[in-house]
């Protein structure tokens, strides 16, 4: 067996009602002086106020930060960066979707006097320190990045670019799935599938793929199988939410260390140009990256098949096999009603070569692909996908 590495998170808290954990975690932190990161959606759904009052019940006063957006932009981060350093806080806590999290992670890292610029820790293993304390609490079950020591951004226009550090690992992440009951379906829908892409892209990858990943992807796509129609349709039902939540945790573990290959070095341009949604980003590209990765990819396809108990056909092939998983999975999406063609959520035709250009850009996502991809085979699986 090859020697491997694997980190995560120090503490998880889990559990509908654990967000009432936080003021003891803040205090076991030795912090007291917290700044929320969020968005105006989680204000405007309700989801600050539980947050603020428990923070207020235990006498502490915090200090938010709204103006987070989707695909974060370098300069909100500059803001919020410049925000908590005037406020003197000294624990930052992240709340939200990936956007609101991956935001946190870094104006903790960059929050404290002598910190390096945000420009020099694009890219792995650049961040030289950890910063301030944080603590992560996800209100989807997506992007696992509550458990990741991953921030994308959006530098410059278009570009999402990846800080990819150990420092960047949240000190707490505290998972309630009552934050998560509210979600629209066609957010559960496409955050799901983003979450089971973690997976996936795990569980193939060409370079730091082991046996804890291997065992966290299995585990996180039989619950985000199983229970994603029932959480898109049935909003409310707490197991479901609570299995979509624990499925995309494990999940963000295994990628945090076999990470993500060209599902979601595709998936990155349709947000950083047309600011489709990560998940959804995700779901339109996954099933033609992955008819793609089958010749090298298909054993492992297939023993996820039969970890997921999929029906059987009649040919005896691991490339049968593996089909049965992309149709499987393609059916699903087709279920929770994830909208399937690049056409349908309005990209042009031609947008295929631009979008085939940015999507090479992503060289760090490429390299852990199971098969190599080159310019035409990107430009291929767009149009594919359109
Ligand atoms: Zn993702």
């Given at each position: 067996m090859k020697n491997f590495i694997f980190q995560t998170v120090p503490v998880l808290h889990f559990g509908e009602?654990?967000?009432?954990?936080l003021p003891g975690q803040i205090a076991a932190l030795c912090a007291s002086r917290p700044m929320i990161v969020t968005d105006k959606g989680i204000v405007n759904a309700g989801l600050i106020a539980p947050v603020e009052q428990t923070l207020r019940a235990a006498g502490l006063d915090s200090v938010i930060f709204d103006s987070v957006i989707a695909d974060p932009p370098e300069t909100i981060v500059l803001q919020a960066i410049e925000a908590a350093k005037a406020a003197g806080v000294d624990i930052v806590i992240g709340l939200g979707g990936g956007s609101s999290l991956d935001t946190a992670k870094v104006v903790a890292a960059l929050a404290v006097d002598d910190a390096q610029p945000?420009?020099?820790?694009?890219?792995?293993?650049?961040?030289?320190r950890k910063g301030l304390p944080t603590i992560l609490i996800p209100t989807?079950?997506?992007?696992g990045s509550e458990v990741t020591a991953i921030s994308i951004l959006t530098t410059g226009e278009t570009t999402k670019a990846g800080i990819v550090s150990p420092?960047?690992?949240?000190d707490v992440a505290l998972l309630d799935p009552a934050l998560t009951l509210g979600l629209p379906a066609d957010v559960t829908a496409a955050t799901g599938i983003d979450a089971m892409v973690h997976a996936i892209e795990a569980f193939t990858g060409?370079?730091?793929?082991n046996p804890v990943s291997d065992m966290l992807a299995i585990e996180a796509l039989k619950l985000l199988t199983a229970n994603i129609e029932t959480a898109c349709?049935?909003?409310?039902?707490m197991l479901a939410r609570e299995a979509m939540l624990r499925g995309s945790m494990l999940a963000g573990q295994a990628f945090a260390n076999s990470p993500v290959g060209a599902i979601h070095a595709l998936a990155y341009p349709l947000g950083g140009i047309?600011?489709?949604p990560h998940g959804l980003s995700n779901a339109l590209v996954m099933p033609y990256v992955m008819q793609f990765n089958l010749e090298a990819a298909a054993p492992l396809y297939a023993q996820l098949a039969d970890a997921l108990h999929i029906p059987r056909g009649s040919e005896n092939s691991s490339e049968a096999r593996a089909q049965e998983f992309i149709d499987y999975l393609e059916a699903l999406a087709v279920k929770v009603k994830a909208?399937?063609?690049l056409r349908d959520i309005g990209?042009?035709?031609?947008a295929t070569t631009e979008l085939a250009e940015a999507a090479m850009l992503q060289t760090r996502l490429l390299v852990n692909n199971p098969k190599e991809l080159t310019l035409a085979d990107a430009q291929r699986i767009y149009d594919a996908a359109w």
């Open positions: 009602g654990c967000l009432g954990q945000l420009t020099e820790i694009y890219g792995v293993g650049l961040l030289e989807t079950s997506g992007t420092h960047l690992f949240a060409r370079n730091a793929k349709f049935d909003g409310r039902n047309y600011h489709i909208p399937r063609k990209i042009a035709r031609e």
